[in-house]
């Protein structure tokens, strides 16, 4: 019987160097960065010397190693991971949790919502469910992805009226995440947004200069196109592996008559 080889587990060096490269830089570059002699690390990458634990956090650091990855480093070189992950709902993160409803409360009558790194919704204000009339039961199912809830065509895709320059820039936005993550779930689901049959995109509905700076989104409800931009705010230095990952995404209007309807749909 035949049994399946298991796949070896890169050594922190290995870890470190792939890292490095990602992050295209040369020993040197990263050597002087992190005012460590490049000989010292050329032996950490090729495993010729055991990096201690301050000085793998240390690299981390200067390479921009997501946190769950930093634990990912430690582990492999033996050391107890250093990052905590918790649910947003757990009693240790009340203070965050409790931000993060103020904030989502605070911009009303604007749409905004809570993501996690994988786009899952964790929370939202009463705004953003205003513009979900007419999708699919199946796509608000738990755990809701935001990604796939504006572009599959049982979603918001066809109500987008700006739908294929929406589209290219939520996949930019999530290329460039998973340029600096290399995480597994970010490419499949790369991929299943990719595969998406996308509706035709209604006629265009004006021309917005602002959007030489940035994407506004263009959704149609009841009748009526809002024009949104959307912004997005993170915690500056999380040291949970939950808030490192979550993200607010806020959505406010990109001309007076999308804010006057947004105030109007409040009101009902």
Same mark, same amino acid.
């Given at each position: 019987?035949?049994?399946?080889?298991?796949?070896?587990?890169?050594?922190? /060096?290995?870890?470190?160097?792939?890292?490095? %490269?990602q992050r295209r830089l040369s020993q040197l570059a990263l050597a002087l960065r992190a005012e460590i002699s490049t000989r010292h690390l050329s032996f950490v990458e090729s495993?010729?010397?055991?990096?201690?634990?301050?000085?793998?956090l240390h690299l981390?650091?200067?390479?921009?190693?997501?946190?769950?990855? %930093?634990?990912d480093l430690l582990i492999a070189a033996g050391f107890a991971p250093r990052f905590k992950e918790r649910p947003l709902c757990d009693p240790a993160l009340e203070a965050a949790r409790s931000a993060v409803d103020q904030i989502l409360k605070g911009l009303e009558p604007y749409p905004a919502l809570a993501v996690d790194r994988h786009w899952h919704l964790l929370a939202s204000n009463q705004a953003t469910l205003r513009l979900l009339a /007419?999708?699919?039961?199946?796509?608000?199912?738990?755990?809701?992805?935001?990604?796939?809830?504006?572009?599959?065509?049982? /979603?918001?895709?066809?109500?987008?009226?700006?739908?294929?320059?929406?589209?290219?820039?939520?996949?930019?936005?999530?290329?460039r995440q998973i340029d600096a993550s290399s995480d597994p779930h970010l490419i499949a689901l790369q991929q299943e947004l990719r595969s998406l049959s996308a509706p035709d995109s209604p006629a265009h509905v004006g021309d917005h200069p602002e959007a030489s700076i940035a994407v506004p989104i263009q959704l149609e409800v009841d009748g009526t196109v809002l024009c949104l931009f959307s912004t997005t705010t993170v915690f500056g230095t999380p040291v949970d592996i939950t808030l490192a990952e979550l993200a607010l995404e806020a959505f406010v209007p990109a001309d007076a008559a999308t804010a006057e309807r947004l105030r109007e749909l409040a009101l009902r």
């Open positions: 019987m035949s049994t399946a080889t298991p796949r070896k587990r890169l050594a922190v /060096g290995e870890l470190l160097r792939d890292w490095r %490269r495993g010729r010397a055991q990096p201690s634990r301050g000085m793998i981390a650091e200067y390479l921009d190693v997501p946190l769950r990855e %930093r634990n /007419g999708v699919s039961a199946a796509l608000l199912q738990p755990p809701v992805n935001v990604l796939r809830l504006s572009l599959h065509p049982e /979603g918001l895709a066809p109500r987008i009226r700006n739908l294929p320059e929406w589209r290219a820039h939520l996949l930019d936005r999530l290329r």
